[in-house]
């Protein structure tokens, strides 16, 4: 008479194949997870962009002129390109100044387009705040981001 043995657990290949298995499907859903900070982040733009502009025309309907032009912070005695939210704040269109999630930065710039460093500029053409890394168009975070 043959005596049978019980078999407990799970063989080595069995482990193989579940880990190959948990390897595909994490290889599926990991992308999905890296760009949705990068949406959450342009969303967090789009919706500052559009709450500024919305402040900064009301301040232009209120005062007939666009603010901070020439409104001038003391780091931008180095720099003059810079202009400070004291405008904005003052007239409490904005509580505190707005900063960019991408870079961490506040300071607005009078450019045709973005500066690195600044977290925001200003497009004398169209009369509009912008944000640096951010196409508006596209509502995407653009490349070369930090």
């Given at each position: 008479m043959l005596k049978q043995t019980i078999r407990k657990g799970f063989t080595l290949v069995?482990?193989?194949?579940?880990?190959?298995?948990?390897?595909?499907?994490?290889?599926?859903?990991?992308?999905?997870?890296?760009?949705?900070?990068?949406?959450?982040?342009?969303g967090n733009i789009k919706a500052q962009l559009d709450t500024l502009n919305n402040q900064i025309e009301l301040f232009r309907?209120?005062?007939?002129?666009?603010?901070?032009?020439?409104?001038?912070?003391?780091?931008?005695?180095?720099?003059?390109?810079?202009?400070?939210?004291?405008?904005?704040?003052?007239?409490?269109?904005?509580?505190?100044?707005?900063?960019?999630?991408?870079?961490?930065?506040a300071a607005v710039v009078f450019a045709a387009a973005g500066d690195a460093n600044a977290g925001w500029y200003w497009d004398a053409a169209t009369n509009t705040l912008n944000?640096?890394?951010?196409?508006?168009?596209?509502?995407?975070i653009t490349p070369g981001t930090p």
């Open positions: 069995e482990i193989l194949i579940v880990v190959v298995i948990l390897g595909i499907l994490a290889a599926i859903v990991v992308p999905q997870f890296t760009n949705a900070t990068q949406d959450a982040q342009a309907a209120r005062t007939n002129q666009y603010p901070a032009i020439g409104d001038y912070t003391a780091a931008s005695v180095s720099n003059p390109a810079h202009l400070s939210w004291g405008t904005l704040i003052d007239g409490g269109y904005v509580k505190a100044p707005p900063v960019n999630p991408v870079n961490g930065s944000a640096s890394y951010f196409d508006r168009a596209s509502g995407k």
